[in-house]
């Protein structure tokens, strides 16, 4: 009976043994479920985000998303690892060695390659349908496309493997293209559109023929500067080298360098026409003033001397530009104290960046006059000593299309919601007044004589189109020695049109061109020719020699008249067949058509005497 | 009187009805919880989402119609040919060493593949060594303070049995096998003293065992801190007490968890109950648990109180197998003990774990009908 007491007791121990652990586990079932109860957030979860596309201000797409399949595994499942390695590495283009060691030295689920292309998955997928790659999946992933390749590149940017953007408006502009899931609750989120201010035809335009210049004059780099003259929107911008965006990593830093924003230069003589509006503004001197350009510029406290290509004699402030004087604008600059004129570059954006949304852009190098050397300011009248980028200058050339007002410059139009509606809506901006409207209006007639014959500009010269301009020819220094360099050189040319109302504001600049030539006005003023040539008629730009049709805006159009016959047939031949139809009213007639059009040919001939149950045949062509 | 009320309550040939109904509605609960935690993945992975559903009805009506068998067998019966038993259990299980007819799945040899069915002979071992316990500490009930004649040769059984399944490399299985035959070495009567030797000597052994294979050294330090290695090892402890901290008190509903939509790796096999627990809440688990526990006390009274020592030992063994297996899977499942490959009676799926349940089951209810026919 002992026997039985020890096992009644033994049982009741592990009852209550038993009992506790129960009790542990489902305490820590209630611990866990209701006290930490944290319902999981979408964020956890694969949340779908469709990043917004890119357009142009026409809508035409620059990058949008796109569905590309990944490939994992789950590795229990693969049947024949040999086989498996064997069809993934050639399909794929992968190491078989590394996959194979990845493969069995795991356990469960791995990546093998994201985002394959479409012909990758297409194989994969047949292979599948054949019954191999047991345990290989395939799963959607959204990539980002660029459907026109390198246009706008360095714009736009580009996107890594996790869709967030690394350069460009894709980088800057991350937020707004790719809502943050940790802001949602939703599951399926989509990125808001981005209009740009680009033009992509113009853009085209602008890309192909810098990219031919940088050939033909086998330059480092060539950049184009297109931008609306009346709201600062930058319609193309062009920088060569260039790269495609859907293969980023395929190109050099070099290639990916966005010049327009980035490169500091010295802008050279273009710079003239800041520099003398300035004066003419800050009523240094008057239109009708006069220097005496006789080849150098004289200034005892100058040791090195500045110097002309040529003997222009007596100059106007017109004439400093259509001639590009050195001396006339040094001379110029004595007019003036260094805080004034620096004051007037400051106004005009030089030394500080445009603001556009693109990453890395250069605020280009204006030193504060107490900097200054003697030379500095005779020197940076005419455009040394001072750094600049191709948007500001482009930019800052809106004050003369404004009256004397410089406009903040857009790169970004609009942007809407995936459903369509306006978030925000860039419109025309202004930064401050510089000039007055006459300085403005002086500058672009003065500009306009270097378009004139024996201007530096002629080659810009356009039928019916009054074009102010300006070239540039400036020196690099070369970083080497620190002195001007005589092989290399910055040639540019800008260009505001048409004159009497301007619609756009152009700018070439051309860095170390090596070839034929490297002045701005014998190999910028062609480019911009170009551009003005496919530019103005398709913005619709007037010319003068535009033929207008006269015309009292009502058209009148003939009543159709419908045909009767009388006694005999009359001659069919050319009328329509809508005309004819009436014939089928008349009963005498049997009537048959053939064809469609007008008519040829018709039996029996005209003048037949119609009578009941006359057979026509007619034909129409 | 009373006698004869029992008899009309009760007739002959009868299993205990209480028993049964909980067997029934742990069946179903686990099905419906299988189906609700596996239809995504097998719909993704094998495009049927009633792949391991299909599966798990078929070897559970394989498993009642065996379990049927084994409820009409006579005690005598079952005593004769247990020997046998636990011999064809132990050759299955050498069987999983030879490559033709086993593969070695996640890195362990434990499944033999026959007739497009996987089976795993651990499962039937631990039925085997229930009975051969059963009926050994019966015949030798008197003798139990004899080390010699009574605890050796069944200890040596059982350290033969748990030393195959190791060599298997499913550490957590010998652990448990280990466990069920020493609690009924505990409710035999064995010595109290024989078990503190038998520690003396276990722990040591045990801890040669765990680290010499890298992937135990890994579950237990993912079960001490699974954010060390949140992509490997902790990843599925990490996974399964997110989706049980969304589940709340009275959870997502069936069918609505979002855990098994990828989140919680090989959801319908050993973590299958972190899956259940999101859908049902709190409120859920306390009812599976109950019935557990309702079941396990059901079988083990009805044992106790039945008068044979045999179907006592035998209810109590078979009874602390599948309870102290849920219990297990769902500790791990909590993140109260390490990892392991556990599976949830009735719920996981898994075709041999289903079968050998259904067997145990059917042999508890046989000792209620034999109960039931000698009050008669």
Same mark, same amino acid.
């Given at each position: 009976?002992?026997?039985?007491?020890?096992?009644?007791?033994?049982?009741?121990?592990?009852?209550?043994?038993?009992?506790?652990?129960?009790?542990?586990?489902?305490?820590?079932?209630?611990?866990?479920?209701?006290?930490?109860?944290?319902?999981?957030?979408?964020?956890?979860?694969?949340?779908?985000?469709?990043?917004?596309?890119?357009?142009?201000?026409?809508?035409?797409?620059?990058?949008?998303?796109?569905?590309?399949?990944?490939?994992?595994?789950?590795?229990?499942?693969?049947?024949?690892?040999?086989?498996?390695?064997?069809?993934?590495?050639?399909?794929?283009?992968?190491?078989?060695?590394?996959?194979?060691?990845?493969?069995?030295?795991?356990?469960?689920?791995?990546?093998?390659?994201?985002?394959?292309?479409?012909?990758?998955?297409?194989?994969?997928?047949?292979?599948?349908?054949?019954?191999?790659?047991?345990?290989?999946?395939?799963?959607?992933?959204?990539?980002?496309?660029?459907?026109?390749?390198?246009?706008?590149?360095?714009?736009?940017?580009?996107?890594?493997?996790?869709?967030?953007?690394?350069?460009?408006?894709?980088?800057?502009?991350?937020?707004?293209?790719?809502?943050?899931?940790?802001?949602?609750?939703?599951?399926?989120?989509?990125?808001?559109?981005?209009?740009?201010?680009?033009?992509?035809?113009?853009?085209?335009?602008?890309?192909?023929?810098?990219?031919?210049?940088?050939?033909?004059?086998?330059?480092?780099?060539?950049?184009?500067?297109?931008?609306?003259?009346?709201?600062?929107?930058?319609?193309?911008?062009?920088?060569?080298?260039?790269?495609?965006?859907?293969?980023?990593?395929?190109?050099?830093?070099?290639?990916?360098?966005?010049?327009?924003?980035?490169?500091?230069?010295?802008?050279?003589?273009?710079?003239?026409?800041?520099?003398?509006?300035?004066?003419?503004?800050?009523?240094?001197?008057?239109?009708?003033?006069?220097?005496?350009?006789?080849?150098?510029?004289?200034?005892?406290?100058?040791?090195?001397?500045?110097?002309?290509?040529?003997?222009?004699?007596?100059?106007?402030?017109?004439?400093?530009?259509?001639?590009?004087?050195?001396?006339?604008?040094?001379?110029?600059?004595?007019?003036?104290?260094?805080?004034?004129?620096?004051?007037?570059?400051?106004?005009?954006?030089?030394?500080?960046?445009?603001?556009?949304?693109?990453?890395?852009?250069?605020?280009?190098?204006?030193?504060?006059?107490?900097?200054?050397?003697?030379?500095?300011?005779?020197?940076?009248?005419?455009?040394?000593?001072?750094?600049?980028?191709?948007?500001?200058?482009?930019?800052?050339?809106?004050?003369?299309?404004?009256?004397?007002?410089?406009?903040?410059?857009?790169?970004?139009?609009?942007?809407?919601?995936?459903?369509?509606?306006?978030?925000?809506?860039?419109?025309?901006?202004?930064?401050?007044?510089?000039?007055?409207?006459?300085?403005?209006?002086?500058?672009?007639?003065?500009?306009?004589?270097?378009?004139?014959?024996?201007?530096?500009?002629?080659?810009?010269?356009?039928?019916?189109?009054?074009?102010?301009?300006?070239?540039?020819?400036?020196?690099?220094?070369?970083?080497?020695?620190?002195?001007?360099?005589?092989?290399?050189?910055?040639?540019?040319?800008?260009?505001?049109?048409?004159?009497?109302?301007?619609?756009?504001?152009?700018?070439?600049?051309?860095?170390?061109?090596?070839?034929?030539?490297?002045?701005?006005?014998?190999?910028?003023?062609?480019?911009?020719?170009?551009?003005?040539?496919?530019?103005?008629?398709?913005?619709?730009?007037?010319?003068?020699?535009?033929?207008?049709?006269?015309?009292?805006?009502?058209?009148?159009?003939?009543?159709?008249?419908?045909?009767?016959?009388?006694?005999?047939?009359?001659?069919?031949?050319?009328?329509?067949?809508?005309?004819?139809?009436?014939?089928?009213?008349?009963?005498?007639?049997?009537?048959?058509?053939?064809?469609?059009?007008?008519?040829?040919?018709?039996?029996?001939?005209?003048?037949?005497?119609?009578?009941?149950?006359?057979?026509?045949?007619?034909?129409?062509? | 009187?009373?006698?004869?009320?029992?008899?009309?309550?009760?007739?002959?040939?009868?299993?205990?009805?209480?028993?049964?109904?909980?067997?029934?509605?742990?069946?179903?609960?686990?099905?419906?919880?299988?189906?609700?935690?596996?239809?995504?993945?097998?719909?993704?992975?094998?495009?049927?989402?009633?792949?391991?559903?299909?599966?798990?009805?078929?070897?559970?009506?394989?498993?009642?119609?065996?379990?049927?068998?084994?409820?009409?067998?006579?005690?005598?019966?079952?005593?004769?040919?247990?020997?046998?038993?636990?011999?064809?259990?132990?050759?299955?299980?050498?069987?999983?060493?030879?490559?033709?007819?086993?593969?070695?799945?996640?890195?362990?040899?434990?499944?033999?593949?026959?007739?497009?069915?996987?089976?795993?002979?651990?499962?039937?071992?631990?039925?085997?060594?229930?009975?051969?316990?059963?009926?050994?500490?019966?015949?030798?009930?008197?003798?139990?303070?004899?080390?010699?004649?009574?605890?050796?040769?069944?200890?040596?059984?059982?350290?033969?049995?748990?030393?195959?399944?190791?060599?298997?490399?499913?550490? $957590?299985?010998?652990?448990?096998?280990? !466990?069920?035959?020493?609690?009924? @070495?505990? %409710? +035999?009567? &064995?010595?109290? #003293?024989?078990?503190?030797?038998?520690?003396?000597?276990?722990?040591?052994?045990?801890?040669?065992?765990?680290?010499?294979?890298?992937?135990?050294?890994?579950?237990?330090?993912?079960?001490?801190?699974?954010?060390?290695?949140?992509?490997?090892?902790?990843?599925?402890?990490?996974?399964?007490?997110?989706?049980?901290?969304?589940?709340?008190?009275?959870?997502?509903?069936?069918?609505?968890?979002?855990?098994?939509?990828?989140?919680?790796?090989?959801?319908?096999?050993?973590?299958?109950?972190?899956?259940?627990?999101?859908?049902?809440?709190?409120?859920?688990?306390?009812?599976?648990?109950?019935?557990?526990?309702?079941?396990?006390?059901?079988?083990?009274?009805?044992?106790?109180?039945?008068?044979?020592?045999?179907?006592?030992?035998? $209810?109590?063994?078979?009874?602390?197998? !599948?309870?102290?297996?849920?219990? @297990?899977? %769902? +500790?791990? &499942?909590?993140? #109260?003990?390490?990892?392991?490959?556990?599976?949830?009676?009735?719920?996981?799926?898994?075709?041999?774990?289903?079968?050998?349940?259904?067997?145990?089951?059917?042999?508890?209810?046989?000792?209620?009908?034999?109960?039931?026919?000698?009050?008669?």
């Amino acid at each position: 009976m002992g026997m039985e007491k020890n096992i009644r007791y033994r049982f009741i121990f592990f009852s209550v043994l038993t009992l506790a652990i129960a009790i542990i586990i489902t305490w820590r079932y209630f611990s866990l479920m209701v006290l930490q109860n944290t319902p999981i957030s979408h964020a956890d979860e694969a949340v779908v985000v469709e990043r917004g596309p890119i357009l142009d201000r026409n809508g035409r797409i620059l990058a949008i998303q796109n569905q590309l399949d990944s490939v994992e595994t789950w590795i229990p499942y693969i049947e024949n690892f040999d086989e498996t390695v064997e069809l993934l590495s050639t399909t794929l283009n992968l190491d078989p060695e590394t996959l194979m060691n990845d493969l069995t030295s795991r356990r469960g689920s791995m990546w093998i390659k994201r985002k394959i292309t479409p012909t990758e998955s297409a194989a994969l997928n047949k292979l599948k349908s054949e019954g191999k790659l047991a345990g290989i999946y395939l799963r959607k992933e959204y990539g980002r496309n660029y459907p026109k390749q390198r246009l706008a590149s360095h714009l736009l940017g580009y996107t890594g493997t996790d869709n967030i953007g690394l350069d460009g408006l894709e980088y800057t502009m991350n937020d707004i293209l790719s809502p943050d899931p940790a802001l949602s609750d939703q599951n399926e989120l989509y990125g808001n559109q981005l209009f740009l201010t680009i033009d992509s035809n113009i853009e085209f335009f602008a890309e192909k023929f810098a990219a031919e210049a940088l050939t033909e004059h086998k330059a480092e780099s060539v950049m184009i500067v297109v931008m609306d003259a009346k709201n600062a929107d930058l319609l193309a911008c062009a920088s060569v080298p260039d790269f495609d965006p859907n293969t980023f990593y395929n190109f050099s830093e070099e290639q990916r360098n966005n010049r327009a924003f980035a490169m500091a230069y010295e802008p050279g003589s273009v710079m003239k026409v800041f520099s003398i509006a300035a004066f003419i503004e800050l009523g240094g001197i008057g239109v009708n003033s006069h220097f005496y350009a006789g080849g150098t510029y004289e200034n005892e406290d100058i040791p090195e001397t500045i110097g002309d290509l040529g003997i222009y004699g007596d100059l106007t402030p017109a004439g400093i530009i259509k001639y590009s004087s050195n001396v006339g604008a040094a001379y110029a600059s004595e007019t003036v104290s260094r805080d004034d004129f620096y004051q007037m570059l400051r106004a005009l954006g030089f030394g500080s960046q445009t603001q556009m949304p693109v990453p890395g852009e250069s605020s280009g190098l204006l030193r504060s006059p107490d900097e200054w050397s003697v030379r500095s300011k005779p020197t940076i009248a005419f455009g040394q000593e001072i750094l600049v980028s191709a948007v500001q200058m482009a930019t800052a050339a809106t004050v003369f299309s404004n009256d004397g007002v410089l406009l903040r410059p857009h790169i970004i139009d609009r942007i809407l919601s995936p459903d369509g509606q306006t978030i925000e809506n860039v419109g025309r901006e202004q930064v401050q007044r510089v000039f007055s409207p006459q300085t403005a209006r002086a500058m672009l007639l003065m500009m306009e004589t270097a378009t004139e014959e024996g201007g530096t500009a002629h080659r810009m010269r356009t039928e019916g189109l009054r074009i102010s301009a300006k070239t540039g020819t400036s020196q690099v220094i070369d970083p080497e020695t620190g002195t001007y360099s005589t092989e290399n050189f910055i040639a540019s040319a800008m260009a505001i049109f048409p004159t009497d109302d301007p619609q756009l504001i152009i700018y070439v600049v051309i860095q170390n061109p090596k070839g034929d030539s490297y002045y701005g006005g014998r190999i910028a003023s062609p480019i911009v020719k170009k551009l003005i040539d496919e530019t103005v008629p398709y913005l619709g730009i007037r010319r003068s020699t535009d033929k207008v049709l006269e015309h009292s805006g009502k058209i009148s159009v003939p009543k159709e008249l419908n045909l009767t016959v009388g006694e005999t047939l009359p001659d069919f031949t050319g009328m329509p067949k809508r005309r004819l139809l009436n014939l089928f009213n008349d009963d005498r007639l049997i009537i048959n058509f053939s064809g469609d059009g007008w008519v040829v040919n018709q039996s029996p001939p005209p003048g037949t005497a119609v009578k009941d149950g006359l057979e026509i045949f007619i034909e129409f062509k | 009187m009373r006698g004869r009320f029992e008899l009309e309550r009760v007739p002959g040939g009868q299993s205990d009805f209480i028993l049964l109904m909980l067997v029934v509605l742990l069946a179903g609960c686990g099905i419906a919880a299988l189906f609700s935690a596996s239809y995504y993945y097998a719909e993704k992975y094998f495009s049927d989402s009633f792949l391991f559903i299909r599966k798990q009805l078929i070897l559970g009506g394989v498993g009642a119609v065996f379990g049927f068998i084994a409820f009409k067998l006579s005690s005598e019966f079952l005593r004769r040919w247990t020997p046998a038993l636990l011999l064809g259990s132990l050759v299955l299980m050498l069987l999983t060493f030879l490559p033709g007819l086993s593969e070695e799945i996640l890195g362990a040899r434990r499944w033999i593949f026959l007739f497009g069915f996987s089976f795993q002979p651990s499962e039937l071992v631990k039925l085997a060594i229930v009975l051969y316990l059963a009926n050994i500490f019966e015949k030798k009930q008197d003798r139990m303070h004899d080390f010699l004649n009574t605890v050796l040769p069944s200890l040596i059984v059982l350290t033969v049995v748990v030393g195959l399944v190791l060599l298997q490399n499913d550490f $957590s299985s010998a652990i448990f096998i280990l !466990i069920i035959g020493l609690s009924m @070495f505990f %409710m +035999a009567g &064995v010595p109290l #003293l024989y078990f503190v030797y038998l520690l003396l000597a276990a722990v040591p052994t045990s801890l040669i065992f765990l680290f010499t294979k890298p992937h135990r050294v890994e579950r237990l330090i993912a079960f001490i801190s699974p954010e060390a290695d949140p992509v490997g090892s902790g990843y599925q402890v990490i996974a399964a007490q997110s989706a049980l901290k969304n589940g709340g008190f009275i959870g997502q509903g069936l069918g609505h968890g979002i855990k098994k939509l990828g989140g919680l790796p090989e959801v319908h096999s050993d973590f299958i109950f972190a899956s259940t627990a999101e859908e049902v809440g709190f409120m859920g688990v306390f009812c599976i648990i109950l019935l557990f526990l309702g079941f396990g006390a059901r079988a083990i009274l009805r044992g106790y109180r039945s008068g044979s020592h045999y179907d006592f030992l035998l $209810s109590f063994g078979l009874a602390v197998c !599948i309870l102290y297996q849920a219990l @297990f899977n %769902m +500790a791990v &499942v909590s993140g #109260l003990v390490p990892a392991t490959g556990i599976p949830l009676p009735f719920f996981s799926s898994g075709g041999s774990s289903l079968f050998v349940t259904f067997l145990m089951c059917g042999l508890l209810l046989g000792t209620t009908r034999r109960q039931n026919e000698e009050r008669i």
